[in-house]
């Protein structure tokens, strides 16, 4: 990781203006504040260790872990957290739809077989039976993707989700109350989502997730004051996050037992879940499966889909002025 802190200094200079045409960003902070998530293994994880984002950015910086995206968002929106990494992709768009002031700059990890929904072994359930479902409990932290991903399911099964009776819970607590056999189906994500699967199994794989065109990933926001304030920043934040990417895919067990340090997490575990992530670096980032247009568009068809549900209100005509990919194109 050395390595990535010299190559990314020479790269860098921190009083350089960054888009062209751009306002003179605002005197630098003291400190940056980011909000990640616990027990979700990034490759990025390194540099926040190493502090390689405080030497490269010239800042302190705050890591401050949520147990949600809807979570990170409020912290947005109050001006408490000027970044998030890794936030949950549905509670960005519906952050976005309900007009909280953030912006999508980069994508932080794609992945498929990390966030599900796991029935209990002693409910039955199946795909086959699925509507017994209806008037049983389901545990899912509601605006996130796997709400989104547990009503997409929901709809293909022709279960009447609003005759689910939905709680909304933090993973981990959905996971105890899984143990408990206090509900008949729990989704979530990560540690805890591993801890669900030693008590049932999914109702859908990823795989047959995917082929109804649902797709899990997570994203880079920041708060949209800061975005105009330190474009400088949000940069040199990217950068350090596409090299460690970069450094990771090269060798990834130099890098896997720092992660799982930093994830607080076994190297076990923490490597089990790593296999199932993808890290986009920026020629992925810019291109048109991801920022420049596939997102854009799935952004409006996952906030429509909020809306049929009754899950938001609205939505947006569009979504592309949510979604900035100015701030990739400048890393080196």
């Not at 003291?30 to 293994?41: N, S």
């Not at 952050?95 to 599900?116: F, H």
């Amino acid at each position: 990781m050395k390595a990535i802190v010299s190559n990314t200094l020479k790269k860098m200079t921190l009083g350089t203006a960054l888009l062209a045409g751009s306002v003179i960003a605002a005197d630098k902070p003291d400190t940056v504040t980011v909000g990640y998530f616990l027990e979700w293994p990034t490759a990025n994880q390194v540099a926040q260790v190493e502090k390689t984002y405080d030497k490269v950015m010239g800042v302190n910086m705050e890591w401050r872990a949520f147990d949600s995206g809807t979570a990170m968002s409020a912290a947005m929106a109050s001006g408490d957290v000027d970044m998030a990494y890794s936030q949950g992709f549905v509670p960005f768009t519906v952050a976005v739809s309900q007009g909280l002031p953030i912006t999508m700059v980069g994508t932080a990890v794609s992945y498929a077989e990390n966030d599900n929904c796991v029935v209990s072994s002693q409910s039955g359930i199946t795909q086959a039976n699925a509507k017994e479902l209806e008037g049983k409990k389901v545990a899912v932290p509601f605006g996130t993707v796997s709400h989104y991903k547990m009503l997409r399911m929901m709809s293909h099964l022709n279960v009447d989700s609003t005759k689910v009776r939905l709680l909304d819970m933090a993973p981990a607590d959905s996971a105890a109350a899984m143990a408990r056999n206090d509900v008949a189906m729990a989704c979530g994500w990560g540690g805890a989502l591993r801890r669900m699967k030693t008590y049932g199994s999914v109702l859908m794989t990823a795989a047959e997730q995917e082929a109804l065109g649902i797709r899990v990933f997570d994203v880079i926001s920041a708060n949209n004051a800061f975005a105009k304030n330190h474009p400088e920043l949000i940069t040199q934040f990217l950068q350090v996050t596409n090299d460690s990417n970069g450094a990771y895919a090269q060798n990834p067990s130099k890098y896997q037992p720092l992660i799982a340090k930093a994830s607080g997490l076994e190297v076990d575990d923490a490597n089990q879940l790593l296999a199932l992530f993808k890290f986009p670096l920026k020629e992925q980032q810019l291109s048109k499966q991801w920022m420049g247009g596939a997102v854009q568009q799935f952004t409006k068809e996952v906030a429509d889909f909020f809306v049929l549900h009754n899950q938001i209100p609205k939505a947006l005509p569009d979504y592309s002025a949510a979604i900035d990919s100015r701030f990739f194109e400048q890393v080196k």
